[in-house]
């Protein structure tokens, strides 16, 4: 297994080799001559300091960018005063970009008093030429920029990185490759995501994710099941399947194989508890797949079901591929064979040329479905995609105020929606000490929700069963015996 492999072992005097991920770990290697000059000069090792800026197909990368760091010899550290800072950023929305471009300026300021740092930039933000552009022009102080398909060459980049004082820039248009068996860091011992598919081939027309993210590709089953037994040997309990389209996982592959029959065979693997995956397209969703969840003893009892418009006017302009009667009836089909299945989903407002009634539209649905949550996002425009050149954008001022009433409504039903399981006793997954009050433990039901109780560090990663006295709205207080 290359995960294992011992860096020492190899001959830097030799060529790196050409194939992949034997290149990477000799680039590893070569890197790790740094860290181990600088601990004999400083005394310690250099630290590096990874954020992430997205979803959580952005956070698995992290983890595995965090992998290859730790194999090197960094030492990990939330704090910006680091020798190594990456920021793995995000752009669906242009908040997300404006967070970062604010961000590097605070880095400067870090970086003057501590000339020999590096700064790295990496993720789908880093896609997009124009981004690019104004880091060489305005940023020249980011040294390394690179982008969301060669993420697994990170070692050589930060290999010729460590060795140069010019900013290096290594951006892909594309990718057909999937590169397996880098190491990867957990951030909770007993929970993973597990990438299944890479890219997006859907082009709602507001979503820039398919420009940035390639073409869709998936893995081979048996390259996830592999990853998965090995994970859960090592503690994982609970694993999250992780793709913008999980529903149309496989169709591409030489073999072709259903999500619907992924998830059964990831249901066989033995010591593994819990199975969650994210996300899923309306439009891809299979009678085959509710089969599969409701007869399954592992996967867990939540569905995240974007519906981005109740319109279906709007829906055919973003390019959704289904009515809003096509999304009620697949609500009723999932709640028929799941009765207690939890739905939460993702709403967009001020779409361009979203009237009143449009919103309305989306306003009834919200009623209808009951959602346990609810993602509420304002309308960006992202250059290149068909909805930023549409005429008829809404108005600020109109946006706001529709994105309230929407706000005001998905929370007075979550609130009511999600306290359906007051006084019932269930299996919990303990994930952390809580935030705020370090008596308390919080755990995650099967559906998703949260649960805090009085308990004690050593059950965190197991499945205990708790009592939900008392529902807060989004999530519960509980109790353990
Ligand atoms: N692949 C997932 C979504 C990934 S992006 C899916 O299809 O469901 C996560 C969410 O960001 C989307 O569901 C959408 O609600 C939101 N989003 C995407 N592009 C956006 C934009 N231009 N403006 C506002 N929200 C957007
Ligand atoms: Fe974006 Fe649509 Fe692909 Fe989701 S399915 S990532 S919203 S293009
Ligand atoms: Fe953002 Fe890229 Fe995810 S744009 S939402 S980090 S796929």
């Given at each position: 297994?290359?995960?294992?492999?011992?860096?020492?072992?190899?001959?830097?005097?030799?060529?790196?080799?050409?194939?992949?991920?034997?290149?990477?770990?000799?680039?590893?290697?070569?890197?790790?001559?740094?860290?181990?000059?600088?601990?004999?000069?400083?005394?310690?090792?250099?630290?590096?300091?990874?954020?992430?800026?997205?979803?959580?197909?952005?956070?698995?990368?992290?983890?595995?960018?965090?992998?290859?760091?730790?194999?090197?010899?960094?030492?990990?550290?939330?704090?910006?005063?680091?020798?190594?800072?990456?920021?793995?950023?995000?752009?669906?929305?242009?908040?997300?970009?404006?967070?970062?471009?604010?961000?590097?300026?605070?880095?400067?300021?870090?970086?003057?008093?501590?000339?020999?740092?590096?700064?790295?930039?990496?993720?789908?933000?880093?896609?997009?030429?124009?981004?690019?552009?104004?880091?060489?022009?305005?940023?020249?102080?980011?040294?390394?920029?690179?982008?969301?398909?060669?993420?697994?060459?990170?070692?050589?980049?930060?290999?010729?990185?460590?060795?140069?004082?010019?900013?290096?820039?290594?951006?892909?248009?594309?990718?057909?490759?999937?590169?397996?068996?880098?190491?990867?860091?957990?951030?909770?011992?007993?929970?993973?995501?597990?990438?299944?598919?890479?890219?997006?081939?859907?082009?709602?027309?507001?979503?820039?994710?398919?420009?940035?993210?390639?073409?869709?590709?998936?893995?081979?089953?048996?390259?996830?099941?592999q990853e998965i037994r090995r994970l859960v040997q090592d503690g994982v309990v609970e694993v999250m399947l992780l793709g913008q389209n999980v529903n149309s996982y496989g169709k591409n592959l030489e073999h072709p194989i259903s999500f619907a029959e992924l998830l059964q065979e990831v249901e066989k693997i033995e010591g593994l508890e819990r199975i969650r995956f994210m996300t899923s397209h309306p439009k891809d969703l299979s009678d085959e797949l509710i089969e599969v969840m409701k007869n399954s003893e592992k996967i867990c009892r939540h569905m995240h079901l974007p519906l981005q418009s109740g319109s279906s006017r709007l829906l055919k302009i973003m390019n959704r591929r289904y009515t809003k009667e096509q999304y009620l009836a697949l609500v009723e089909k999932l709640r028929n064979a799941i009765p207690d299945i939890s739905l939460t989903t993702d709403i967009i407002v001020g779409f361009p040329g979203e009237t009143e009634e449009d919103f309305r539209?989306?306003?009834?649905?919200?009623?209808?479905?009951?959602?346990?949550?609810?993602?509420?996002?304002?309308?960006?425009?992202?250059?290149?995609?068909?909805?930023?050149?549409?005429?008829?954008?809404?108005?600020?001022?109109?946006?706001?105020?529709?994105?309230?009433?929407?706000?005001?409504?998905?929370?007075?039903?979550?609130?009511?929606?999600?306290?359906?399981?007051?006084?019932?006793?269930?299996?919990?997954?303990?994930?952390?000490?809580?935030?705020?009050?370090?008596?308390?433990?919080?755990?995650?039901?099967?559906?998703?929700?949260?649960?805090?109780?009085?308990?004690?560090?050593?059950?965190?990663?197991?499945?205990?069963?708790?009592?939900?006295?008392?529902?807060?709205?989004?999530?519960?207080?509980?109790?353990?015996?």
């Open positions: 297994m290359y995960n294992e492999i011992n860096l020492d072992n190899i001959d830097l005097r030799q060529e790196p080799p050409l194939e992949e991920p034997a290149r990477q770990y000799y680039f590893m290697a070569e890197c790790r001559q740094y860290t181990k000059r600088f601990f004999e000069e400083n005394g310690r090792l250099p630290s590096a300091s990874v954020h992430t800026f997205g979803c959580q197909m952005n956070a698995r990368d992290s983890e595995k960018l965090i992998g290859i760091l730790e194999k090197i010899g960094y030492e990990m550290t939330e704090d910006e005063h680091a020798e190594l800072v990456l920021y793995n950023t995000c752009t669906v929305r242009d908040n997300a970009n404006q967070k970062v471009y604010g961000r590097l300026g605070f880095l400067n300021t870090i970086k003057k008093k501590n000339p020999h740092m590096k700064i790295a930039l990496c993720g789908c933000m880093m896609q997009e030429p124009s981004v690019v552009e104004k880091l060489q022009k305005s940023y020249r102080f980011v040294d390394l920029v690179f982008g969301t398909h060669n993420i697994y060459k990170f070692a050589e980049l930060l290999a010729s990185s460590l060795e140069s004082d010019r900013m290096i820039i290594d951006i892909w248009k594309e990718t057909d490759k999937i590169v397996e068996e880098l190491p990867a860091d957990r951030k909770f011992f007993f929970k993973s995501g597990v990438n299944i598919m890479y890219g997006c081939n859907n082009f709602c027309s507001y979503c820039i994710v398919p420009y940035v993210r390639g073409r869709e590709r998936s893995r081979k089953p048996e390259d996830i099941l539209e989306t306003l009834d649905v919200v009623r209808k479905v009951r959602y346990d949550s609810a993602f509420t996002f304002i309308y960006s425009k992202r250059t290149g995609t068909p909805a930023a050149v549409m005429e008829n954008q809404v108005p600020e001022d109109v946006v706001k105020e529709r994105f309230d009433r929407l706000l005001q409504k998905v929370q007075e039903i979550s609130k009511r929606t999600s306290s359906r399981f007051e006084g019932q006793t269930m299996p919990v997954l303990v994930e952390q000490v809580n935030e705020q009050d370090s008596r308390l433990l919080t755990g995650r039901l099967s559906n998703n929700l949260l649960v805090h109780f009085p308990g004690t560090e050593n059950l965190i990663g197991k499945i205990i069963d708790v009592k939900l006295e008392e529902s807060k709205g989004f999530y519960y207080m509980g109790s353990y015996k």
